[in-house]
């Protein structure tokens, strides 16, 4: 089971680092990924680590160089660090792992997710 955390309500320009967690199991041979999805809006693809961490993928336009997907499987733990916040940025954020096998953004590949945390990027 997946739990994320992080979120909050900071001002634009602001960052913050979502964390998530397996509380059950390891994600050690799942990549992870982070979507979001603002009120009225499809959930939308973030970001994505491989198993390793030695292979990324972001978002183009939206987020790639602001935002940064890091993992320690050590601690069972995915980040996802943000920066220069804009309030488009606002939304709830999950946390997501899937087969190892899988590179890309499609999230309905991705078999497990968290309960969402909520970021508020205030103008």
């Known amino acids: 089971q997946l739990q994320a955390s992080g979120g909050g309500l900071v001002q634009t320009g602001d960052s913050l680092r979502l964390s998530c967690v397996a509380s059950?199991?390891?994600?050690?041979?799942?990549?992870m990924g982070w979507f979001r999805q603002a009120p009225g809006k499809e959930r939308e693809f973030v970001a994505y680590?491989?198993?390793?961490?030695?292979?990324?993928?972001y978002a183009e336009d939206s987020v790639k160089g602001r935002f940064t997907i890091s993992r320690d499987n050590a601690k069972n733990t995915v980040y996802l660090q943000m920066n220069s916040l804009k309030p488009e940025d606002t939304a709830v954020y999950y946390c997501?792992?899937?087969?190892?096998?899988?590179?890309?953004?499609?999230?309905?590949?991705?078999?497990?997710w968290g309960q969402g945390t909520q970021v508020t990027v205030s103008s």
């Open positions: 997501a792992s899937v087969d190892n096998s899988y590179f890309g953004r499609d999230s309905k590949k991705y078999d497990s």
């Open positions: 059950e199991g390891s994600i050690g041979g799942y990549s």
């Open positions: 680590v491989r198993w390793s961490g030695g292979s990324t993928y």
